[in-house]
Each structure stands twice: as structure tokens, then as C-alpha cells.
């Protein structure tokens, strides 16, 4: 199979779409992203990398860092985290609180800002270094010693993140954050300002492609965890528009508002895609339609 030709046509076909959608522009270090790079990059189970467009070029990978949170959080303390966030869509807004109260502080699950606050919370707990613990298993699984936090953006997130420090000490007063509101914040957009391009989110998504195994062959989850993981960012990992993409790509995918894409094959590979342009639910516009080709393309589903 030519992988190389399936994502330029991919990519082609994504690009004659007349809206582009913008780059975000509340966190001022966003927004100045070109709105007009592109890159796609498929990692196979078998080791092969191919890649199309600005794939090697990095992008402040977002909220697919929550994806490798909650997942750390699981390798290292269990099923314990499920108590403390949910499982279910959201149906608002990624940075929503109006679900935190009648919840009694239980976010509805771990891919919006409320439930990586808690999982990056546990993952703190559990390690002492949330985010040096995201980032160190992104350079040992993409082979990528150069992946860190961009501290202009991690700086500007903190800045302006007074809806994300809202949810924080909203979600402390019901007693489900162990460790300090500043510290977890901290870590939170330290994990999410890394930088790492379609290439290297790629390769670390492979894992549960892999059905829980690393690169080095050794076991991050369970195969019944790595389902449950994929599962849940199938039905809650684009924000509210998870039944559009469900729809639309028929993958296990988690979106950052840098404008990255991750998406999960199990048994065969994990494809990501980069453009800055979002939609109004904060996915990328034309990497949507490049993975939504793709899967039509190749019948590549879990459907």
C-alpha cells in the first residue's frame, strides 16, 4: 500500500475546502501559529513512519497531551482515577463549569479542561513531575530527545487561564484535587504547551494502536485498559463535536487547539494531523477532512 500517496491525497482533497477556520486566538501565543501549515504523518504498528506536508515541523501539541496524561495516570495508579472522572461526553464546551456543580466536582470525563485537571492532578500525585513524566514518555516513544515545554506558551496559557483556574479551585472545594491548585495548573500547562510535531504524536499515539504495548515492547496498559482509553476518546476526545468526528473519521481521536489531531487504528497505527484552523467546537477544520478522507479512502474504521 502507497501510505505516501493516501495522505497527499488526503491532504489534497482537505484542501479545497473553502472555510479553513482560525487559529485560537484567546491564548495569545496561539494565534500567531501560520494558518496556512499543514502536516500529516502515519506511524504503523510495524515501524514505518510516512509523512506529508510540514509533519516534522512542531506545534504546541494542546489538549492531545491530555490523551498521555490520563493514560500515565492509569499506568501508574490503576483504575483509581476513574472515581474521580467520568467516562460520559460532555455535550459544552471543553472549558465549561456548568456541569462541575450539579456533578458535585466530578468532571465528565477526562478530555475536557475540568477532567485533565484531575488526571493531571493524579498523575502529579503519583510521580511528583506530571508534566516532566508527559513529556519524557513523548521523547522515549518518538525518539525525539528535543520534545519540551514552550515556556512562551506555557507563560501566556498561565496569563490568560482564569476559566481554567476557576475549574481548578472549583473542582478543589469539592475535595477532588489532592495537591496544591497552583502546582496542578502548573504541570497543566506545562503539559499542554509542549511542543512536537505530526511525527512525533504519531509515534507516541502507537501504544494503543498496539493495544497497550510501548515501543520498546514492554506494557503501559492492559489491553482492556488501552480499550477503555480508546473507547473514551472515541466518544468524548473532539470535545462536543465527538459524534460529528465519529461520524465523519470512525477513529479513537483526541484535538488540541494548537490545531494537532491524533488518531487511533487500533492493530494497525496512529495518524496525526496538524492545521491551525479551528472550527467553533476548536478541532482543526481541514484536519478533520484530511483524516475523514483518509478513512473513506481506505475503509480504515472501527466501525
Given at each position: 500500500m502507497?501510505?505516501?500517496?493516501?495522505?497527499?491525497d488526503?491532504?489534497d482533497?482537505?484542501?479545497?475546502l473553502?472555510?479553513?477556520?482560525?487559529?485560537?486566538?484567546?491564548?495569545?501565543?496561539?494565534?500567531?501559529?501560520?494558518?496556512?501549515a499543514?502536516?500529516?504523518?502515519?506511524?504503523?504498528?510495524?515501524g514505518?513512519?510516512h509523512g506529508?506536508?510540514?509533519?516534522?515541523h512542531?506545534?504546541?501539541?494542546?489538549?492531545?497531551?491530555?490523551?498521555?496524561t490520563?493514560?500515565?495516570?492509569l499506568a501508574?495508579?490503576?483504575?483509581g482515577?476513574w472515581?474521580r472522572?467520568?467516562?460520559?461526553?460532555?455535550?459544552?464546551?471543553f472549558?465549561?463549569?456548568?456541569?462541575?456543580?450539579s456533578?458535585?466536582g466530578?468532571?465528565r470525563n477526562?478530555?475536557?479542561?475540568a477532567?485533565a485537571?484531575?488526571?493531571?492532578d493524579?498523575?502529579?500525585?503519583?510521580t511528583?513531575?506530571?508534566?516532566?513524566?508527559?513529556?519524557?514518555?513523548?521523547?522515549?516513544?518518538?525518539?525525539?530527545?528535543?520534545?519540551?515545554?514552550?515556556?512562551?506558551?506555557a507563560?501566556?496559557?498561565a496569563r490568560?487561564g482564569h476559566?481554567?483556574?476557576?475549574?481548578?479551585?472549583?473542582?478543589?472545594?469539592?475535595?477532588n484535587l489532592?495537591?496544591?491548585?497552583?502546582?496542578?495548573?502548573?504541570?497543566?500547562?506545562?503539559?499542554?504547551?509542549?511542543?512536537?510535531?505530526c511525527?512525533?504524536?504519531?509515534?507516541a499515539?502507537l501504544f494503543?494502536?498496539?493495544?497497550?504495548?510501548?515501543t520498546?515492547?514492554?506494557?503501559l496498559?492492559?489491553?482492556?485498559?488501552a480499550?477503555?482509553?480508546?473507547?473514551?476518546?472515541?466518544?468524548?476526545?473532539?470535545?462536543?463535536?465527538?459524534?460529528e468526528?465519529?461520524?465523519?473519521?470512525?477513529l479513537?481521536?483526541?484535538?488540541?487547539?494548537?490545531?494537532?489531531?491524533?488518531a487511533?487504528l487500533?492493530?494497525?497505527?496512529?495518524v496525526c494531523?496538524?492545521?491551525?484552523?479551528?472550527?467553533?467546537?476548536g478541532?482543526s477544520?481541514?484536519g478533520?477532512?484530511?483524516?475523514?478522507?483518509l478513512t473513506?479512502?481506505?475503509?480504515w474504521?472501527?466501525?
Amino acid at each position: 500500500m502507497d501510505y505516501q500517496q493516501l495522505l497527499r491525497d488526503a491532504m489534497d482533497t482537505a484542501r479545497r475546502l473553502p472555510a479553513r477556520g482560525r487559529p485560537a486566538d484567546y491564548i495569545p501565543a496561539l494565534a500567531a501559529a501560520d494558518p496556512e501549515a499543514f502536516g500529516m504523518a502515519l506511524a504503523t504498528v510495524d515501524g514505518e513512519v510516512h509523512g506529508v506536508g510540514d509533519w516534522e515541523h512542531p506545534f504546541s501539541i494542546q489538549s492531545v497531551s491530555k490523551l498521555f496524561t490520563v493514560a500515565l495516570a492509569l499506568a501508574e495508579g490503576g483504575d483509581g482515577i476513574w472515581q474521580r472522572v467520568g467516562r460520559e461526553p460532555s455535550g459544552n464546551p471543553f472549558n465549561s463549569l456548568v456541569q462541575l456543580e450539579s456533578e458535585q466536582g466530578i468532571p465528565r470525563n477526562p478530555f475536557i479542561n475540568a477532567g485533565a485537571l484531575v488526571a493531571t492532578d493524579r498523575l502529579l500525585e503519583l510521580t511528583g513531575d506530571a508534566a516532566g513524566t508527559v513529556r519524557d514518555f513523548l521523547r522515549a516513544e518518538s525518539g525525539n530527545r528535543l520534545i519540551a515545554t514552550d515556556d512562551g506558551v506555557a507563560s501566556s496559557e498561565a496569563r490568560h487561564g482564569h476559566r481554567n483556574a476557576a475549574l481548578a479551585h472549583f473542582i478543589a472545594s469539592y475535595g477532588n484535587l489532592r495537591n496544591p491548585v497552583d502546582s496542578v495548573l502548573a504541570h497543566y500547562y506545562a503539559h499542554c504547551a509542549i511542543s512536537a510535531s505530526c511525527r512525533d504524536l504519531a509515534l507516541a499515539g502507537l501504544f494503543l494502536a498496539r493495544h497497550g504495548l510501548r515501543t520498546d515492547g514492554s506494557r503501559l496498559l492492559t489491553r482492556s485498559e488501552a480499550k477503555r482509553v480508546n473507547a473514551v476518546l472515541l466518544t468524548c476526545g473532539t470535545y462536543d463535536a465527538a459524534g460529528e468526528f465519529a461520524f465523519r473519521v470512525g477513529l479513537p481521536g483526541k484535538s488540541g487547539v494548537g490545531g494537532g489531531v491524533l488518531a487511533v487504528l487500533p492493530g494497525r497505527g496512529a495518524v496525526c494531523v496538524w492545521s491551525p484552523g479551528l472550527d467553533a467546537a476548536g478541532n482543526s477544520v481541514l484536519g478533520v477532512a484530511a483524516l475523514d478522507a483518509l478513512t473513506t479512502a481506505t475503509g480504515w474504521s472501527v466501525f
